[in-house]
């Protein structure tokens, strides 16, 4: 068996709450070294957010197994002097403070770039590096605004509907950090010059908003929430309730499928409507959705797993986890008695061992400043002054 796809990678990871940390776990489960580092006040605060797990948040251990911990104040130079250390044999650094802050501290990727020609700094901020808005907070809600999605999510007639799916956070923040981090990586190995990758959680949504784009290019605007093709504008593709008050995704786009669900309600009448809009599209969904409040959604999963039209049950998450294709498939696993998402991604020849929970804050402080050379007086030193 083969070891891990960024077996031999290191990384020193910055980052708090939800897009660094889970950007950073993908890539501990794939095989990286990543060191997270925290300063030696209140560290990552997802540690203490939501329901516990024994000492530790939910939450930070869904996104922090298989990392090691190095409590560390980067306000002081001594501490600083650590990070840079360590960077001499990193491959990347992860950071999500505000623009500048980096910079300010010595720590830009110019200032690693010293110690380190081949190290990556990837910066993840909500709005990017520069520009108008460079220096204003916002969370997932503001970056999903500004890029024309949370818009289009929600009931024709009704208002924008929250996703509990950070599309900006994960989308941007998490996979296109990912993504980038990985690119200039590649790069660093055959050039041996590193980059400062900026990945702007706004953004990267924006450069994913294909559909509406479409529109807008072919009609000069977005169509209203849910009047879309893909929004519930038309018949073939839609949600739909069932007579327990639960509901089906129907995705019937291509004709075919659409025409094998008419024919499984028993409604060919209903097959020129598949792609209808305005008044024909309206009527058609009408007539669909009576159809669908006749059964129970348990009824309608009995008809429709037998019939392959891209007609599924709507679950809900408790129900997702015990869904036999996941279980089948390995997708949850159990870290130190808490239910996880495995990770998304398979590689030939690789089996993840079993995976670690995340480190208490400063676990593996000593065995890192030892592997650079502090002796025990050297460790007692930086902790007496709490650089550690």
């Not at 501490?79 to 720590?107: H, K, N, Y």
């Not at 709005?127 to 460079?134: C, E, F, I, L, V």
């Not at 209808?276 to 959604?297: C, M, N, P």
């Not at 998304?344 to 020849?349: D, E, I, Q």
Request: charged fraction near 25%; glycine fraction near 12%; proline fraction near 5%.
């Amino acid at each position: 068996m083969r070891d891990g796809p960024l077996a031999g990678l290191r990384v020193l990871d910055l980052t708090r709450l939800l897009p660094g940390p889970l950007a950073t776990q993908h890539l501990a489960d794939s095989g990286a070294e990543v060191i997270k580092i925290e300063d030696t006040g209140a560290g990552d605060y997802a540690r203490t957010m939501g329901a516990m797990h024994g000492d530790t948040s939910i939450f930070f251990r869904l996104v922090n197994r298989n990392k090691k911990s190095l409590r560390l104040d980067l306000k002081q130079e001594e501490g600083r002097a650590v990070l840079l250390r360590l960077a001499e044999t990193a491959d990347l650094v992860v950071e999500g403070f505000r623009p500048g802050v980096m910079d300010r501290l010595g720590l830009s990727h110019a200032h690693l770039a010293k110690v380190n020609p081949r190290i990556v700094l990837c910066s993840i901020t909500g709005y990017g590096q520069s520009g108008p808005y460079a220096d204003r907070a916002g969370h997932d809600i503001n970056y999903i605004g500004y890029a024309g999605v949370l818009d289009q999510i929600g009931c024709a007639g009704g208002a924008p509907a929250i996703p509990n799916l950070q599309i900006g956070d994960l989308l941007g923040g998490t996979l296109s950090a990912v993504f980038g981090m990985l690119a200039a990586i590649l790069e660093a190995r055959t050039t041996g010059k590193g980059r400062h990758v900026d990945v702007s959680m706004a953004e990267a949504t924006l450069a994913h908003a294909i559909f509406p784009l479409v529109t807008v290019l072919g009609e000069g605007r977005v169509r209203a929430r849910g009047e879309d093709l893909l929004s519930g504008g038309v018949p073939c593709y839609g949600v739909y309730e069932t007579s327990d008050g639960r509901h089906m995704a129907v995705g019937a786009l291509e004709e075919k499928f659409w025409h094998l669900l008419c024919d499984t309600l028993g409604r060919t009448d209903l097959k020129p409507a598949h792609l209808a809009t305005g008044d024909a599209g309206r009527a058609a969904r009408d007539e669909l959705a009576a159809v669908f409040r006749s059964r129970t959604q348990q009824e309608w999963v009995a008809v429709f797993d037998a019939v392959d039209c891209c007609v599924t049950p709507v679950l809900r998450l408790e129900e997702s986890l015990e869904n036999e294709h996941f279980v089948a498939r390995g997708n949850i696993q159990e870290v130190d008695g808490l239910r996880q998402f495995a990770p998304p991604v398979r590689f030939s020849g690789f089996a993840p061992p079993p995976p670690e929970p995340p480190p208490h804050a400063g676990a593996d402080s000593e065995a890192l400043l030892r592997e650079l050379g502090f002796d025990d007086s050297g460790i007692e030193a930086l902790r007496a002054r709490r650089v550690i």
